[in-house]
């Protein structure tokens, strides 16, 4: 046989192994007579869209494949579909390694327990814009997939999109809009550190990277940018635009967990008095984020608009007891009117504010649940997702030691667990998703992602480019 003849043979094997370890997973998330139940029941729709965005890819490459008619043009041909086939497996792979983690026992629970916190986000903050028709249904994506990485803070990838790219393209060159690719794919990862398996009070900063993935998924920048335009001074707008993002993350966070996402938020923030009162913001260096104090000014002033007033008062005053002096005081003001004007300079942002909303009522359920775990006779906590994960983190901030002791966390992802609805969940409420309009949809942007792959590596092979490999962001930042 020649070699243009095994080649191909070969090729075809390659892309087959893709077809079979796909459907694989497929059968370890879809209800069967034998598995009623799988363990990634819900995960049925993310597979699935993957499924159909990565199909469009994989029926490419098999079309190029058949239209080599004789073995010298499978020879001539070959290394440009070996590449493209692997970088099929290489993001199907980047994917998979997320859902494999919860066929590990001893991590499913906290994940699944994770995955319905951002769902519940996730979904809140989605249905208002398909309400208003800013957000077409057949444009939703699933709700954002968590996993554990080497961080030390939660991140979405929607952010952190280099080290998708190092992750899922090794050797892919750097090329200018190589970082939102990663827009393509029909639903957002979330990575939590290891440090956190257990842990619920820390994995509170989920809310806060939901708030990227909102802002990416629903097209946000624009509001963002009239937001903070109509609500701060014109002299210190560039400052605010640069930390737009992060500004709206931590907000939408508050709005979504209230008075324990700030305490969380706080905890992560505290480092030693002198670079707390040191830290500053330039023009020639604005950076990502606000100081440490102006963002914890920010989420008291949330929480103080919302009726938690004790909360705000108690966290700030002890902030302040901590760290007596901050730079750019000239820009506090500022933070009444963003917060003020988050509801009054776009109805997409107010309406989405309304609907996130962790109410007083929220934060006492929370603090019952947190005292019935806490009391002499422990008992089971009530409460709907949300409330159950500030209840954890609010027994953690009153009782640590007790915390630990009872096994609340543990308690609390159990419950979390039992009372959700069986079946494959929903982000759209309302209207009925047209899948046909879906499926066309996710197969086109992820057609449009490999097309790119392939012209960044067509680029970077000219005599005289950058052909150096695509590296990890040195730091995950929150």
């Known amino acids: 046989m020649k070699v243009g003849d095994l080649k191909r043979a070969e090729l075809r094997g390659k892309l087959s192994s893709f077809d079979a370890d796909f459907a694989y997973w497929v059968a370890t998330s ?11 029941e819900k995960h049925v729709s993310q597979i699935e869209r993957l499924g159909n965005a990565l199909a469009a890819e994989r029926d490419i490459i098999e079309s190029k494949l058949d239209a080599l008619t004789s073995p010298e043009s499978v020879v001539a041909a070959c290394t440009q579909l070996e590449i493209d086939i692997l970088d099929l ?18 991590f499913f629970d906290f994940l699944e327990a994770l995955d319905e916190l951002a769902f519940h986000c996730y979904r809140r903050a989605v249905n208002p814009a398909i309400a208003a028709q800013t957000l077409r249904p057949e444009a939703v994506k699933e709700p954002p997939l968590v996993y554990f990485e080497d961080s030390t803070i939660p991140s979405a990838v929607t952010r952190s999109s280099k080290s998708y790219l190092y992750d899922a393209g090794r050797h892919v060159p750097k090329a200018a809009g190589l970082l939102a690719m990663m827009n393509a794919m029909p639903f957002p990862v979330i990575g939590v550190p290891w440090s956190q398996v257990h ?5 509170l900063m989920l809310a806060h990277e939901v708030g990227h993935c909102i802002e990416r998924d629903l097209a946000l920048d624009s509001a963002l940018k009239a937001w903070i335009d109509g609500s701060v001074a014109a002299q210190r707008a560039p400052a605010w635009r640069a930390w737009q993002s992060e500004v709206f993350a931590d907000v939408f966070a508050t709005l979504a967990l209230g008075p324990t996402f700030a305490h969380s938020l706080v905890a992560l923030l505290a480092k030693d008095a002198a670079t707390i009162e040191k830290e500053t913001r330039t023009s020639a260096a604005y950076g990502e984020y606000p100081t440490a104090s102006l963002r914890v000014a920010l989420v008291c002033t949330v929480l103080e608009q919302e009726k938690h007033s004790a909360a705000a008062g108690e966290i700030l005053q002890d902030w302040n007891l901590a760290y007596r002096k901050s730079a750019l005081s000239d820009f506090k003001p500022d933070i009444l009117n963003l917060v003020t004007g988050l509801r009054e300079q776009s109805p997409v942002l107010s309406k989405l504010a309304s609907a996130l909303r962790f109410t007083p009522q929220d934060q006492q359920a929370a603090e019952r649940a947190s005292n019935v775990m806490l009391s002499p006779i422990a008992g089971t906590p009530v409460g709907d997702v949300r409330q159950l994960f500030a209840s954890a983190a609010h027994a953690f901030q009153q009782n640590p030691d007790q915390h630990a002791k ?3 966390d543990q308690t609390v992802v159990r419950t979390v667990l039992e009372q959700r609805a069986v079946g494959v969940r929903s982000v759209v409420s309302g209207p009925v998703v047209p899948r046909g309009k879906q499926k066309d949809r996710d197969q086109a942007e992820a057609t449009n992602f490999f097309a790119s792959l392939r012209a960044a590596r067509a680029l970077a092979e000219r005599p005289g480019e950058d052909t150096s490999e695509t590296e990890p962001d040195p730091e995950l930042l929150g």
Do not use: C, D, M, N
Not at 89 to 106: D, I, N, Q
């Open 199 to 203: 842990h619920l009070p820390s994995a």
């Open 406 to 408: 009872r096994e609340i």
């Open 89 to 106: 497996h290489r993001v199907w792979g980047f994917f998979r390694r997320k859902f494999a983690l919860r066929l590990v026992p001893r």
């Open 30 to 40: 879809t209800p069967s007579t034998e598995q009623p139940r799988p363990r990634l």
